[in-house]
């Protein structure tokens, strides 16, 4: 669970909402149910002050509407500590921010065209191999033993480590950049760990850089520091943001979708054994379900100017929760909306967001998703929560659980 910051109890979800409240981390979908009926885009003073939408409607037209509802201003949900420059702006070494998610166009469009090609189907096929062997192994290392954390001991060592191979960075600092990674999009409400995970994750791309230059490898930090743009070799603060933009937006939000779905396995016996006995076509179907059902990341948007949205008087400077998560739980836009069905035939989510930043990693989530669920499955097909008090949920960017100790 997040170590939270203690602050008051929430008394009113409409009008005083916090995502960092353990009963919103716990259990979101029952307040999401009663602020889509009773005020479907609520506000709230704390962490700054947001406005949360829940419905489909309104998130996905938000999200497609970059003009009003830009990314350039900064897309955390609580505004970054003091210290890391000017209140609201990147650390000087991040001067462009994390580009493509951070970036309106014309930098969006670029940046995202050279990470499109990393993550094409062709690339994630070879990247698959690894992810399979990794499985193995992790599996391997705990069969015998009859129990596992789920979420501790496989899903999060996963995703970890298929983007340090990518990124061509040492597996051997794979929980080095958990705990970065977690400091930034967990702990964002504790202005010490988000600094530290910050300042860890620029010192060591600082590091990664230099060596690169000096000795050019085949991965994909010197893939971008050979790549020009317009003509001209691209920044080296662009080259920073993007290879942290990989790493922050490639772990967390993974192993948050691997480990919620491996509880729902655990808690759902029926659909184990229907995935077991699954072709080609259920598979695809459940994987998209199993992201609808548990989207895990809720990114922000900053208003440059007021916004008059669906009566809501939205101000300059104001922050927009972008509420994907509660936009796939909708009632109006998905039959029967907190009940997984592996084969849901009309599924349009927005697990992946909308609009020009549609993720540019689904491929490579999906794969992941798909090989850790069956590595884990067919080597232990039943399995079962060892106690579920023992289960804990992290929220606040990305949530997802992070113990789910299994017994077989
Ligand atoms: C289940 C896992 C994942 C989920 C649920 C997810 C979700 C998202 C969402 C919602 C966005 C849109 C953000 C916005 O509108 O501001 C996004 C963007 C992005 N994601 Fe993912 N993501 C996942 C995995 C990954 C992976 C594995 C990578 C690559 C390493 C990745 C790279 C990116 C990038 C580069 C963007 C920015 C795209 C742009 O701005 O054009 N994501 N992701």
Not at 82 to 95: F, N, T
């Amino acid at each position: 669970m997040t170590d939270t910051t203690p602050s008051p109890p929430v008394s009113d979800w409409a009008t005083d909402y916090d995502i960092f409240d353990p009963e919103y981390i716990n259990n979101p979908f029952p307040i999401w149910d009663e602020l889509r009926e009773k005020c479907p885009i609520a506000h709230t003073d704390r962490w700054g002050g947001s406005w949360l939408p829940t419905r489909y409607e309104d998130v996905t037209e938000m999200a497609r509407n970059i003009l009003d509802f830009p990314s350039g201003n900064g897309i955390s949900v609580v505004p970054p500590p003091a210290g890391v420059g000017d209140p609201d702006g990147p650390p000087p070494l991040l001067a462009n921010g994390v580009p493509p998610i951070s970036a309106d166009p014309p930098l969006h469009t670029w940046t995202r065209r050279l990470v499109l090609p990393t993550m094409s189907p062709a690339r994630v096929a070879e990247y698959e191999i690894y992810t399979r062997d990794l499985c193995r192994t992790l599996v391997d290392g705990f069969i015998a033993r009859g129990e596992v954390d789920a979420a501790a001991e496989y899903a999060q060592q996963i995703p970890v480590r298929v983007i340090a191979h990518i990124l061509g960075v040492p597996e051997s600092m794979s929980s080095t950049f958990t705990e970065w990674v977690r400091d930034v999009l967990e702990f964002a409400n504790d202005p010490e760990r988000r600094m530290r995970g910050i300042t860890g994750i620029l010192q060591y791309l600082t590091g990664a850089l230099d060596e690169r230059i000096a000795n050019p490898t085949d991965d994909f930090i010197s893939e971008l520091l050979q790549s020009e743009h317009d003509g001209q070799p691209i920044e080296r603060s662009v080259v920073m943001g993007m290879c942290a933009l990989l790493l922050i937006a490639g772990i967390d939000t993974t192993w948050s979708s691997i480990g919620s779905s491996m509880w729902h396995l655990a808690t759902h016996p029926d659909d184990r054994r229907r995935l077991l006995a699954a072709d080609k076509d259920l598979w695809s179907t459940a994987i998209e379900e199993l992201l609808r059902a548990y989207a895990p990341v809720t990114m922000a948007r900053r208003l440059s100017h007021d916004v008059e949205f669906n009566g809501c008087p939205m101000k300059a400077g104001d922050r927009i929760l972008m509420n994907f998560p509660a936009a796939n739980r909708d009632p109006e836009q998905f039959p029967d909306p907190d009940k997984v069905i592996l084969d849901r035939e009309n599924n349009r989510h927005v697990a992946f967001g909308a609009g020009i930043h549609r993720c540019a990693g689904s491929n490579l989530a999906r794969m992941e998703l798909r090989v850790a669920i069956e590595e884990f499955i067919t080597r232990i097909p039943d399995f079962e929560l060892k106690d579920p008090a023992l289960v804990t949920w992290a929220g606040g960017q990305v949530r997802g659980p992070r113990n789910v100790p299994v017994v077989f």
